[in-house]
């Protein structure tokens, strides 16, 4: 996968007593280390070759604006522009719609809307065909949204069940042709409605970890979570023969459900 441009938004302080959770964290969210954090992220993202990086300023009404990945699906040269699953987050992609309209890059912008609901965290593109997760957040009217968008691709549906908020919660692309997964129940069942349904044949790199299995891999670069957070499946992608690694540390959003990809828009 090659990605030059990224889209990005910077955290809100509203963010930690109004960020969506589906459970209370262990400790409190620390703000400022987010930021932190939230910065250290996108010089990964700058190190993995994505020069152009626009980061909009955040939104205090919009709690959880800083998971801008819910709010579009970019393939190539077309947007699709989705209708969150949440009703706190639908107006967020105001600020990114208007982004898209005026990229020199982009050609072509869609916009779903209701019944259709879709976060872009259920949506893995694996540069062959599109896997879309149903759940809490997107249903197969979403789906069939991203189907008459993107027609050159195929389109699958996958059920996610209720114990993890996002398809990419819990497996994402690892290369070109092998994803990488956790080893929950969940996210083994969700491999074997994948095998069924690919047209293409992929590999599967399983990490102890269900949020470790989020990654982003471009430009022959893979970033993931540190060892700090995730010291079984660190090993296990310290030791695989990627050139470039680069490791950081995402503690504070994982608060708020948050993951590597959740952050950005690769295009």
């Known amino acids: 996968m090659k990605y030059l441009r990224a889209l990005c938004r910077n955290i809100p302080r509203s963010i930690v007593n109004f960020g969506l959770r589906q459970k209370i964290p262990s400790s409190p969210f620390n703000y400022e280390l987010a930021i932190k954090q939230h910065e250290d992220y996108i010089t990964a993202l700058r190190n993995a070759g994505i020069s152009d990086i626009k980061v ?4 205090e009404s919009l709690p959880d604006c800083v998971f801008v990945e819910d709010t579009a699906i970019v393939i190539g040269q ?20 208007k982004h898209f309209k005026n990229s020199d890059f982009i050609k072509n912008i869609h916009i779903m809307t209701g019944p259709a609901c879709c976060d872009g965290g259920d949506v893995l593109f694996t540069g062959k065909e599109i896997f879309v997760g149903i759940s809490k957040r ?29 398809l990419k919660s819990f497996l994402s692309m690892l290369d070109e042709s092998t994803i990488a997964i956790g080893e929950s129940d969940t ?25 470790a299995a989020n990654v ?3 430009n022959g ?20 023969p990627v050139k ?8 504070e959003i994982s608060k708020v459900d948050g993951a590597l990809t959740c952050c950005s828009i690769l295009y």
């Open 138 to 166: 997107s249903n197969l009217e979403g789906m069939d949204t991203i189907r008459k968008v993107f027609t050159n691709f195929p389109v699958h549906a996958l059920d996610i069940g209720s114990k993890h908020l996002h």
């Open 216 to 218: 982003i891999y471009t």
């Open 244 to 251: 470039t690694k680069i490791s950081i540390n995402c503690s």
């Open 187 to 211: 996210a083994q069942f969700v491999k074997k409605q994948l095998l069924n349904k690919a047209y293409e044949k992929y590999e599967f790199f399983e990490v102890s970890d269900d949020y």
């Open 78 to 97: 077309t947007a699709l522009i989705t209708n969150p699953g949440a009703t706190s987050r639908k107006l967020e992609t105001i600020s990114v719609l």
């Open 221 to 240: 670069v893979l970033i993931h979570r540190s060892v700090n957070e995730f010291p079984k499946s660190f090993k296990l992608f310290n030791n695989l």
């Open 56 to 59: 909009l300023e955040s939104d």
